[in-house]
């Protein structure tokens, strides 16, 4: 059974930075896609990022390109999303996610597989 554990959130002032983490068990990252979503309170869950497995094709959402990057270590089998210039609108539990194969259209019900989430709060 895929497992995925998250850490990293907290809180942050805007403009400020933060790196989450997704740990990866009982899989290798080669043969999943992982993505990352976000869902505000009230709000839809809505993707942020996606890297797909073998090949490492990465996706972003385009309200945060250029500002979010996500990566993976394959040795600590562990996907990473950095977080750069925060603002309070980006205030959400962040969940990572993974399936087989490539990210594909990402959508959040592509995947099956999902942490337990991680709040994150942008706030002065």
């Known amino acids: 059974q895929v497992q995925l554990a998250e850490s990293g959130g907290g809180l942050v002032q805007p403009g400020g930075s933060l790196r989450l983490s997704c740990a990866a068990s009982?899989?290798?990252?080669?043969?999943?896609?992982i993505a990352w979503f976000r869902q505000a309170t009230g709000k839809e869950r809505e993707g942020v990022s996606c890297?797909?497995?073998?090949?490492?094709?990465?996706y972003y959402a385009d309200f945060v390109k250029g500002r979010f990057t996500i990566s993976r270590d394959n040795a600590k089998n562990t996907v990473y999303l950095q977080m750069n210039s925060l603002n309070p609108e980006e205030t959400a539990v962040y969940y990572c996610?993974?399936?087989?194969?490539?990210?594909?259209?990402?959508?959040?019900?592509?995947?099956?597989?999902w942490g337990q989430g991680n709040q994150v709060t942008v706030s002065s």
């Open positions: 009982r899989f290798t990252l080669d043969d999943y896609a």
């Open positions: 890297i797909s497995g073998r090949v490492g094709i990465t």
């Open positions: 996610a993974t399936k087989p194969g490539l990210c594909g259209g990402w959508r959040p019900t592509d995947f099956d597989s």
